[in-house]
Nanobody, 127 residues
Framework: QVHLVESGGGSVQAGGSLRLSCAAS??????????MGWFRQAPGKEREGVAV????????YYAPSIQGRFAISEDSADNTVYLQMNSLNPDDTDMYYC??????????????????WGKGTQVTVSS
């Protein structure tokens, strides 16, 4: 059973930074050759893909809205995926979720293609 636990959310002022972590268990990040991603969702809105990494090739995919500000990475030794978020602005305020999938065709940033999900961590950016 795949289990994902997010951490690192919090409150920060505009222009600040946060690093989110997603600890994976039930499989090893490197050996499973999985797509692992970060998604975010505000109340009443659809869940939006933010960044995805393939744990074998380490190829990354980013939403245009965060390109150049966020960076996704994975540490196979810790079985953890990170999201470094810089130059945060109030529009980045959301609940952030970690997700995993073994194979994906087409867009890697579509939430419906991911089978495993964490419970989320809140990010709040004040102006």
């Amino acid at each position: 059973q795949v289990h994902l636990v997010e951490s690192g959310g919090g409150s920060v002022q505009a222009g600040g930074s946060l690093r989110l972590s997603c600890a994976a268990s039930g499989y090893t990040v490197q050996n499973a050759y999985m797509f692992m991603g970060w998604f975010r969702q505000a109340p009443g809105k659809e869940r939006e893909g933010v960044a995805v990494i393939h744990t074998r090739s380490r190829r990354t995919y980013y939403a245009p809205s965060i390109q150049g500000r966020f960076a996704i990475s994975e540490d196979s030794a810790d079985n953890t995926v990170y999201l470094q978020m810089n130059s945060l602005n109030p529009d980045d305020t959301d609940m952030y979720y970690c997700a995993a999938a073994t194979s994906i065709s087409g867009s890697r940033l579509e939430a419906g293609k991911y089978k495993y999900w964490g419970k989320g961590t809140q990010v709040t950016v004040s102006s």
